[in-house]
C-alpha cells in the first residue's frame, strides 16, 4: 500500500487578517486598540474553549450525559 505524506502549509484567513491589522496599525492608517488589532490571532483559541465549555455545560445539563 502506498502512503501518502502529503502535508498543506500555508496562512489561514484569520493570521493573513492580522497580519494585515498589525500592519494597517503600524502605518497609521487604522487607529484601534491593539486588543482588536491581534484579535484574530487569538480569536480561533478563544472560539475552541468557548464551544469546549458549551458541550460541557450541556453533558452536564442533560440527563446521563445524552439527550
Do not use: H, Y
Not at 24 to 38: A, E, H, M, Q, R
Not at 48 to 60: D, E, R, S, Y
Amino acid at each position: 500500500m502506498a502512503e501518502n505524506n502529503q502535508t498543506k502549509s500555508g496562512i489561514s484567513t484569520l493570521s493573513l487578517l492580522g497580519v494585515a491589522f498589525v500592519g494597517l496599525k503600524l502605518c497609521n492608517v487604522i487607529d484601534w486598540s491593539w486588543w482588536w488589532i491581534t484579535l484574530p490571532f487569538w480569536g480561533g483559541l478563544g472560539l475552541v474553549i468557548l464551544l469546549l465549555i458549551l458541550v460541557g455545560l450541556i453533558a452536564l445539563l442533560t440527563p446521563d450525559g445524552r439527550k
